[in-house]
């Protein structure tokens, strides 16, 4: 918004009408009385400066944002670790959570570089390579170190879990015949090895205390045979004082 240069539809007639802040405005307010416990994105494909207007135009107005989304379609091509980063500091100004809720990175030949809308790009055929699957595991993992890497970013969100979904493209973490492709054991082995925190055994100080690091999340301290759960949340609690 504002410029609809596709279709006219219910959609387009209706942000017309009443402009940016005040359309999303109106579809906040709705959704949250209808759901006053829902987590409330303003989610975009354009991250150019026309969303970072959008954003501090919407808080400035007083509409409450959860968490800002950023669309991460890469099949022209990986950002790169340093236009990653750049988006993230572009909008890490707001202070506010940050999604990455639309990524893709292909195992297949890359999209031209001329085509400006991706929905353009429509190919009866795009196949995974064994060269691709290679070059987007290693992408793949540059991309996601770099976002968990980051305080603000909270979620990432695969587009396509299989090949041949939007556009047909080869954007999937297992192939059409429902195998694995590199990236996807590449993503298990950061996961449930190295970002997870294995079983552990710790002993106390002398007040009592155990002190560990671990992402946010849900936990379990097993003493004597009895499990304790507790929650890593987002509230930023320091110490958890659990009672045996």
């Known amino acids: 918004m504002p410029i609809f240069d596709k279709y006219d539809n219910g959609i387009t007639r209706i942000c017309k009408d009443m402009g940016r802040i005040k359309t999303i405005r109106t579809m906040f307010e709705a959704a949250r009385a209808a759901n006053p ?3 409330l994105l303003l989610n975009d494909f354009d991250i150019s400066p026309a969303y970072d207007i959008l954003v501090e135009g919407c808080l400035e107005a007083g509409i409450k944002i959860d968490v800002i989304g950023i669309q991460s379609h890469m099949h022209q091509g990986y950002w790169g670790v340093e236009r ?106 950061r996961v449930k090895g190295e970002w997870w925190l294995a079983p552990t055994r710790f002993s106390t100080d002398g007040d009592g205390k155990v002190h560990f690091m671990g992402f946010l999340g849900e936990y379990e301290l097993i003493h004597e045979g009895k499990r304790h759960p507790f929650t890593l949340d987002a509230a930023g609690t320091r110490t958890i004082e659990i009672h045996l």
């Open 84 to 189: 990653t980063l750049q988006v993230l500091e572009q909008f890490s100004r707001f202070n506010l959570p940050i999604h990455f809720t639309e990524t893709t990175i292909v195992s297949g030949h890359l999209m031209p570089p001329e085509i400006v809308d991706l929905n353009d790009y429509q190919v009866v055929d795009w196949p995974t390579t064994p060269e691709g699957e290679d070059r987007q595991a290693q992408q793949v993992i540059q991309h996601y170190q770099t976002l968990v890497a980051h305080p603000l970013v909270e979620g990432i969100t695969w587009w396509d879990f299989s090949d041949g979904g939007w556009l047909n493209a080869p954007a999937g973490l297992i192939r059409e015949d429902g195998s694995t492709k590199p990236a996807y054991d590449e993503l298990i082995r």
């Open 37 to 39: 416990r829902a987590i």
